[in-house]
């Protein structure tokens, strides 16, 4: 209990008397209760050998996906490995939907009126694809505030994480991002805490699967993750930066890393939005040629 006091887990009124605080009250909910048992799992054999893995490895950075420090430790990344953890998938994806409870969503922070205005307004254009958007509760979110919007939601992740999904509004497709996208022309194609899971090389492979099913003149493509500062990255980010490192040789990126990586295959930013530097930001992308006709 002293431990968990010093952590702020709980306050010490008095001698072998203990109080909850808002943290203890946040380990009874999904996101602490689901994701801290999930993420201590799956980070803590890779984390607990990060050093041995520097140390063989000269400390380079790894930048290779199949040479992750989780691949070296344990034999799979982290994908690989929930798929083979029922009970963990279940809690990440528990984790996934509640972990930004009670902070803005990435509509609120985009003006997202710059999608709606100019989108073909037919039932079946697909106005926003979702990529890699677990159970669906950032569309979920999305059509809860607008339940008509002007064109399809879609929602695709891997075959095992959309088979059950059935959500107002919302049409789930298996699909993996490593293969073509099969919906073409859509006005938005949205990645959310998606690429700072892999390292550029794999980004830049996603990216053209994207980009080969954009309509130059129309679609954009919206990243919401954090853009680090410069200097000062906060504790929050930072740690992320280490673990993503870890499970999967992914990375947080900054400013530039974010315009190297999306000019390197021909994307240009046209914007980005942030409502809280310790938050993730929402990046607006477009094809590079067409960038100023938008
Ligand atoms: C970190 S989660 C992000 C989920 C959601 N976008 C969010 O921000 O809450 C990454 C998601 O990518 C999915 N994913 C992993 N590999 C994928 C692939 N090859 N194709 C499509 N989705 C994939 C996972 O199943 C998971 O739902």
């Known amino acids: 209990m002293r431990v968990m006091t010093s952590l702020g887990l709980c306050s010490s009124v008095e001698a072998e008397v203990y109080c909850p605080t808002d943290k203890s009250l946040a380990m009874t909910k ?7 048992p999930c993420i201590y799992d799956l980070t803590l054999p890779a984390l607990s050998k990060l050093p041995e893995y520097l140390r063989l490895n000269n400390y380079v950075n790894p930048e290779e996906y199949s040479r992750s420090p989780m691949q070296w430790a344990v034999g799979k990344s982290q994908f690989e490995w929930l798929a083979e953890n029922k009970q963990h998938q279940f809690l990440f994806n528990s984790y996934m939907s509640s972990r930004r409870e009670g902070k803005p969503n990435w509509f609120d922070v985009y003006p997202l009126k710059r999608l709606i205005d100019g989108a073909i307004p037919l039932p079946d254009a697909a106005f926003l ?47 993996s991002f490593l293969d073509p996208q099969p919906v073409k022309g859509a006005r938005a194609y949205y990645f959310r805490a998606i690429f700072h899971d892999w390292p550029d090389r794999i980004c830049q492979r996603i990216l053209l699967n994207t980009i080969s099913a954009m309509n130059a003149q129309y679609s954009r493509i919206i990243i919401v ?7 000062n990255v906060p504790r929050m980010q930072s740690a992320m930066d280490i673990q993503m490192m870890s499970i999967g040789a992914g990375v947080e990126r900054s400013k530039k890393q974010w315009v190297d990586l999306l000019a390197s295959v021909g994307l240009k930013i046209n914007g980005i939005w942030n409502s809280n530097p310790a938050l993730e930001s929402v990046i607006e992308a477009v094809l590079m040629e067409d960038a100023e006709r938008l």
């Open 129 to 175: 694809v979702d990529i890699g958007g677990n159970e669906g509760h950032d569309l979920g979110n999305l059509y809860a505030r607008y339940s008509r919007p002007p064109g399809r939601l879609i929602l695709q992740d891997l075959p095992k994480m959309v088979k059950n999904v059935d959500r107002q509004g919302i049409d789930a497709m298996a699909y």
């Open 30 to 36: 999904p996101i602490g209760r689901d994701g801290v």
């Open 225 to 231: 993750d954090f853009v680090l500062p410069d200097t």
